[in-house]
């Protein structure tokens, strides 16, 4: 049985159909039936929702609008439901708060891993040191670089170990609990063994989603100094909340390449699409042959239109 057409929208484009007019969403959903297209639900559409400011009847009203087309939704994963935006109240007030402030958490180690990745900086090394000292403290980093080497190395060894503590932590039990001795034996010269120890902890469907992640935040991310601001601790909240907003955008690419074999289109903002769509460097989407895959479109009948003209 053939699959049916699915489109991987955009968090606005749900938004704008949960704002329209009755007579303007149902025009869309009306004519997206006919088309036989299935959207697509996933932890970061369903997670920028929730986090909006709430309003219980604008929710139901997405909910219900939702539920109208004719082709149940792609889930990328199968707990994820469209009744969970009808939670509201305090439990969603909390729910909201601790998701924010997990975004903000991630949108800052996001923005050390990209800045690690780049070439040095002039600009903000100075800074970015000042700002990583509380964080080699805590871990038994040495600040001081200058004083024994033996020492050193042991201080190095042990911080690095306290950091694979913490990692094994958060891994699957099955993974969790890989004996950590190996990193005792690991000479602190050569980091491509390192990574290679790493790379048999978490195995390869891990480490490959998390490559991919990478290349996908370097992409979007490649022409801009946001991510030295936010390392640094010299972002005020609206940079953070828009390098917050272009990590989620890499989140739904990387899901995108997770299902490509389900998902025929993804829609993305302008700015993203610029990216995506430039000579040099090369976006990740691109690299994967998914670029041709994206579309722009700013309102619901632009998007209709759209879909229209790329299902053919």
Same mark, same amino acid.
């Given at each position: 049985m053939e699959r049916p057409f699915t489109v991987y929208f955009d968090t606005s484009f749900y938004i704008q159909l949960c704002n329209a007019d009755d007579a303007t969403a149902d025009d869309i959903i009306k004519t997206l039936n006919a088309l036989q297209v299935r959207h697509v639900l996933s932890e970061t559409i369903l997670i920028e929702l929730i986090t909006r400011t709430t309003v219980p009847h604008r929710d139901a009203t997405l909910v219900d609008r939702v539920a109208a087309f004719s082709i149940p939704p792609y889930r990328t994963n199968e707990i994820w439901e469209w009744f969970y935006l009808l939670v509201s109240g305090k439990e969603r007030e909390e729910a909201a708060t601790k998701l924010k402030q997990l975004d903000d958490e991630m949108t800052r180690a996001a923005s050390w891993g990209l800045v690690a990745r780049r070439q040095g900086n002039n600009k903000w090394d100075a800074e970015l040191l000042e700002a990583a000292?509380?964080?080699?403290?805590?871990?038994? =980093?040495?600040?001081?670089?200058?004083?024994? $080497?033996?020492?050193? +190395?042991?201080?190095?060894?042990?911080?690095?170990? @306290?950091?694979?503590?913490k990692i094994k932590q958060v891994l699957p039990a099955e993974l969790g609990a890989k004996s950590l001795d190996w990193i005792d034996n690991i000479a602190l010269d050569d980091p491509q063994a390192l990574l290679d120890q790493l790379r048999d902890l978490l195995g390869p469907e891990i480490y490959n989603e998390v490559e991919a992640q990478h290349k996908l935040q370097d992409s979007a991310t490649s022409s801009e100094d946001r991510p030295f601001r936010v390392a640094a601790g010299s972002a005020d909240a609206k940079v953070r909340g828009r390098l917050a907003n272009t990590l989620r955008d890499t989140k739904r690419m990387?899901? =995108?390449?997770?299902?490509?074999?389900?998902? $025929?289109?993804?829609? +993305?903002?302008?700015?993203?699409?610029?990216?995506? @769509?430039?000579?040099?460097?090369?976006?990740?989407?691109?690299?994967?042959?998914?670029?041709?895959?994206?579309?722009?479109?700013?309102?619901?009948?632009?998007?209709v239109k759209r879909v229209s003209e790329l299902k053919r």
């Open positions: 000292r509380p964080t080699l403290r805590e871990y038994g =980093f040495p600040v001081d670089f200058s004083g024994d $080497d033996g020492q050193a +190395v042991a201080a190095w060894r042990a911080a690095a170990k @306290n950091i694979i503590e990387l899901e =995108f390449i997770q299902h490509d074999a389900e998902i $025929d289109l993804m829609q +993305v903002d302008r700015a993203q699409w610029e990216i995506i @769509n430039q000579t040099t460097p090369v976006h990740y989407l691109a690299e994967m042959g998914l670029a041709g895959r994206c579309f722009l479109a700013s309102s619901l009948v632009d998007t």
